[in-house]
């Protein structure tokens, strides 16, 4: 198998399907004498880099299949690195397939997930949280999402972790200079320099734990189950949430069988919505079985909207959904009670739900107007309005998070090091944090993880 950095690669980088314009790409050390072959123009191909120009595309017997702008960019001054060829033409799937096919003829191979940017990559262009920024942005299905993957690929979260690399690296300087030439007075920081550089280091480290909250919430979505006893108006609200009729709504109690799952946008949020069988003792086997799957999904999930009919009386049932939620919230998870059927004569008496929760909504889901009392509150619980309007670096995905806390609990360790075992305990437990920070941006990185960051991507990006 060839080096995907010795061969020229060429894929379609607009989506499939029929439209206006569709883009090809070719890069590669061959990309422009590849195009040349089956590209004409008047002036010669690549002699005006950055350059958009009209170009004849033509097949092996020299019949034209399209005109179309050709933008040629030269190395290292293009997206990969390397001599790279744009072709924009009509976006025709037969055409698109017809010229992809030229390409591969002359010598180019198909392009991998993800490979254009790989490439990008590899050549230093970008860096890895940056390159998963990239994925943010085609993958973005809020504002916020965009708002938040536009600023981390322009290096936001880069720059503030290349600080922090660099302050820990300094103190590990001192560390190491101190024990090696005790006599030389080659430290640039005594003791209290080095608790001061660490606690620094961790102060920014935390800061970007506490922004994953908000960037996962905006980014990757919260596992949100809704859930209560049969006949509540889960579905109800799950299309209210959904925009469309996304569930079966009846009268009849334990319509819902089993776990119902949808991606909603809820304001700067995303949802990542399920909603399940009502919770109640039921003899009907098929019923049960979505009854146990609920239980499994309320244990799952980041944050529960419990849902209580305002028109019946608290009953066990109830009381049962307020034991599962409560064990949930002690283990760490947000729950939202919402009174629902508010439009209809009240008879729930909400003493018990308010003894235990202080997030209550009451609401209609059969008025539009209560999507907006849900979206608010769930934007209140788990976005951080002064991150999101801030210009600060924000923590989106679960890899960089996991990085970030172990880095941080390493720079702890060398505190304790430092005043329980000695600087030398402490500087390796401070290298072993610069080595999170490098996979974390890429600069030490496993070969296993690139390959799955770079799968996540679609083919011609």
């Given at each position: 198998?060839?080096?995907?950095?010795?061969?020229?690669?060429?894929?379609?980088?607009?989506?499939?399907?029929?439209?206006?314009v569709?883009?090809?790409?070719?890069?590669?050390?061959?990309?422009?004498?590849?195009?040349?072959?089956?590209?004409?123009?008047?002036?010669?191909?690549?002699?005006?880099?950055?350059?958009?120009?009209?170009?004849?595309?033509?097949?092996?017997?020299?019949?034209?299949?399209?005109?179309?702008?050709?933008?040629?960019?030269?190395?290292?001054?293009?997206?990969?690195?390397?001599?790279?060829?744009?072709?924009?033409?009509?976006?025709?799937?037969?055409?698109?397939?017809?010229?992809?096919?030229?390409?591969?003829?002359?010598?180019?191979?198909?392009?991998?997930?993800?490979?254009?940017?790989?490439?990008?990559?590899?050549?230093?262009?970008?860096s890895?949280?940056?390159?998963?920024?990239?994925?943010?942005?085609?993958?973005?299905?809020?504002?916020?999402?965009?708002?938040?993957?536009?600023?981390?690929?322009?290096?936001?979260?880069?720059?503030?972790?290349?600080?922090?690399?660099?302050?820990?690296?300094?103190?590990?300087?001192?560390?190491?200079?101190?024990?090696?030439?005790?006599?030389?007075?080659?430290?640039?920081?005594?003791?209290?320099?080095?608790?001061?550089g660490?606690?620094?280091?961790?102060?920014?480290?935390d800061?970007?734990?506490?922004?994953?909250?908000?960037?996962?919430?905006?980014?990757?979505?919260?596992?949100?189950?809704?859930?209560?006893?049969?006949?509540?108006?889960?579905?109800?609200?799950?299309?209210?949430?959904?925009?469309?009729?996304?569930?079966?709504?009846?009268?009849?109690?334990?319509?819902?069988?089993?776990?119902?799952?949808?991606?909603?946008?809820?304001?700067?949020?995303?949802?990542?919505?399920?909603?399940?069988?009502?919770?109640?003792?039921?003899?009907?086997s098929?019923?049960?079985?979505?009854?146990?799957?609920?239980?499994?999904?309320?244990?799952?999930?980041?944050?529960?909207?419990?849902?209580?009919?305002?028109?019946?009386?608290?009953?066990?049932?109830?009381?049962?959904?307020?034991?599962?939620?409560?064990?949930?919230?002690?283990?760490?998870?947000?729950?939202?009670?919402?009174?629902?059927?508010?439009?209809?004569a009240q008879?729930?008496?909400?003493?018990?739900?308010?003894?235990?929760f202080?997030?209550?909504?009451?609401?209609?889901?059969?008025?539009?107007?209560?999507?907006?009392?849900?979206?608010?509150?769930?934007?209140?619980l788990?976005?951080?309005?002064?991150?999101?309007?801030?210009?600060?670096?924000?923590?989106?995905?679960?890899?960089?998070?996991?990085?970030?806390?172990?880095?941080?609990?390493?720079?702890?360790?060398?505190?304790?090091?430092?005043?329980?075992?000695?600087?030398?305990?402490?500087?390796?437990?401070?290298?072993?944090?610069?080595?999170?920070?490098?996979?974390?941006?890429?600069?030490?990185?496993?070969?296993?993880?690139?390959?799955?960051?770079?799968?996540?991507?679609?083919?011609?990006?």
């Open positions: 198998m060839e080096s995907m950095f010795s061969s020229t690669i060429a894929a379609v980088s607009t989506p499939r399907g029929k439209g206006g569709a883009v090809i790409r070719i890069s590669g050390d061959d990309a422009i004498s590849i195009c040349s072959k089956f590209l004409v123009s008047k002036s010669e191909l690549g002699s005006e880099p950055r350059k958009a120009i009209l170009c004849k595309i033509v097949n092996e017997e020299k019949e034209v299949l399209d005109e179309g702008l050709v933008t040629v960019f030269k190395a290292p001054h293009s997206y990969t690195g390397e001599d790279t060829v744009e072709i924009s033409c009509h976006g025709s799937e037969i055409l698109c397939r017809e010229i992809l096919e030229l390409a591969f003829r002359f010598g180019a191979i198909q392009a991998g997930p993800g490979e254009f940017t790989r490439r990008a990559f590899s050549a230093g262009k970008l890895l949280t940056e390159a998963e920024s990239v994925i943010g942005m085609i993958d973005a299905t809020s504002k916020m999402a965009l708002k938040l993957s536009r600023k981390n690929l322009d290096g936001k979260l880069s720059q503030e972790i290349e600080k922090v690399y660099q302050k820990v690296r300094s103190v590990v300087g001192s560390v190491y200079a101190g024990i090696d030439f005790p006599d030389e007075d080659l430290a640039t920081l005594d003791e209290y320099g080095m608790y001061d660490i606690e620094e280091a961790k102060s920014m480290l800061g970007l734990k506490k922004s994953y909250k908000t960037g996962h919430a905006v980014c990757e979505g919260i596992s949100t189950v809704l859930c209560g006893k049969p006949n509540t108006g889960k579905s109800t609200i799950l299309n209210l949430l959904y925009g469309d009729q996304r569930a079966i709504v009846t009268d009849i109690a334990g319509t819902t069988r089993d776990v119902i799952s949808e991606t909603v946008v809820c304001g700067d949020v995303t949802l990542n919505l399920h909603d399940t069988a009502g919770i109640r003792e039921s003899s009907d098929i019923e049960k079985i979505g009854v146990d799957r609920s239980f499994d999904e309320v244990r799952k999930s980041e944050l529960i909207l419990a849902v209580f009919d305002s028109s019946r009386d608290f009953d066990d049932e109830d009381r049962e959904v307020l034991e599962l939620i409560s064990e949930c919230e002690q283990n760490g998870a947000c729950v939202v009670c919402v009174i629902n059927k508010t439009d209809l008879k729930l008496n909400i003493n018990e739900i308010e003894d235990k202080k997030n209550i909504v009451k609401i209609s889901a059969n008025d539009d107007k209560s999507k907006y009392v849900l979206v608010d509150i769930i934007n209140k788990v976005v951080d309005g002064e991150i999101i309007d801030s210009n600060d670096a924000v923590v989106t995905n679960a890899r960089q998070y996991a990085s970030i806390c172990r880095a941080y609990d390493l720079c702890n360790s060398a505190i304790v090091a430092l005043k329980e075992l000695g600087p030398d305990i402490a500087g390796s437990e401070l290298e072993r944090a610069m080595v999170e920070l490098s996979q974390l941006d890429g600069r030490e990185v496993g070969i296993d993880i690139v390959n799955d960051i770079f799968h996540k991507f679609c083919v011609g990006k």
